[in-house]
Antibody, heavy 123, light 107 residues
Framework: QVQLVEFGGGVVQPGRSLRLSCAAS????????MHWVRQAPGKGLEWVAG????????YYADSVKGRFAISRDNSKSTVYLQMGSLRVEDTALYYC????????????????WGQGVLVTVSS | DIQMAQSPSSLSASLGDRVTITCRAS??????LNWYQQIPGKPPTLLIY???RLQGGVPSRFSGGGSGTDFTLTISSLQPEDFATYYC?????????FGPGTKVDIK
């Protein structure tokens, strides 16, 4: 069965860095785009970043552009989120999510989600 | 960025009620609109994609409609497991955005 397991979260001071990983199994990882979506405590969903199935295109929300970097290793069925210059407002549960859409910019959606990993940015 | 608005922000309904949630985009997005359900403490699950296509395994009481800027999610007969928060999400361009959510609770 499809599984997405995130790890790498924790408590980090403002201005520091953290790398999240999401290990996928149960499907052909290289056939799917992958994304990170976050949810601050008690708040709604915010898309953070996405990478195409082959890693050729990467997209970021304005709130993280220049600070976060998404990458993937298809040989390891893993997607990463390198987070830098962290701010208090980056505190959230970070989900990785699978995207079955493989052609064109429009039409992407998230058909499977991991359980999420908590990132707390605090001094 | 394309902004998404949802109404109402919350609603109370009874079992068996027909419920409709509205999502409005700040500019036309064709039919690039998806709906998710989130039960507290759980990750979201996909209900509807491309405005009206039911995701596999989702009960047929859920339906979606609309195009352009105005969209709806309808639950034809509310069941106990449907009490949750519902989010719309547009995928018209590279910057994906969600609506603020609609919480459905028990009257």
């Amino acid at each position: 069965q499809v599984q997405l397991v995130e790890f790498g979260g924790g408590v980090v001071q403002p201005g520091r860095s953290l790398r999240l990983s999401c290990a996928a199994s149960g499907f052909t990882f290289s056939d799917y785009g992958m994304h990170w979506v976050r949810q601050a405590p008690g708040k709604g969903l915010e898309w953070v970043a996405g990478v195409w199935y082959d890693g050729s295109e990467k997209y970021y929300a304005d709130s993280v552009k220049g600070r976060f970097a998404i990458s993937r290793d298809n040989s390891k069925s893993t997607v990463y989120l390198q987070m830098g210059s962290l701010r208090v407002e980056d505190t959230a549960l970070y989900y990785c999510a699978r995207d079955p859409h493989t052609s064109g910019v429009s039409g992407r959606f998230f058909d499977f989600w991991g359980q999420g990993v908590l990132v707390t940015v605090s001094s | 960025d394309i902004q998404m608005a949802q109404s109402p922000s919350s609603l109370s309904a009874s079992l068996g009620d027909r419920v409709t949630i509205t999502c409005r985009a700040s500019q036309p997005i064709n039919s690039y609109l998806n709906w998710y359900q989130q039960i507290p403490g759980k990750p979201p699950t996909l209900l509807i994609y491309a405005a009206s296509r039911l995701q596999g395994g989702v009960p047929s009481r859920f339906s979606g409609g609309g195009s352009g800027t105005d969209f709806t999610l309808t639950i034809s007969s509310l069941q106990p497991e449907d009490f949750a928060t519902y989010y719309c999400q547009q995928s018209y361009n590279t910057l994906l955005t969600f609506g603020p959510g609609t919480k459905v609770d028990i009257k």
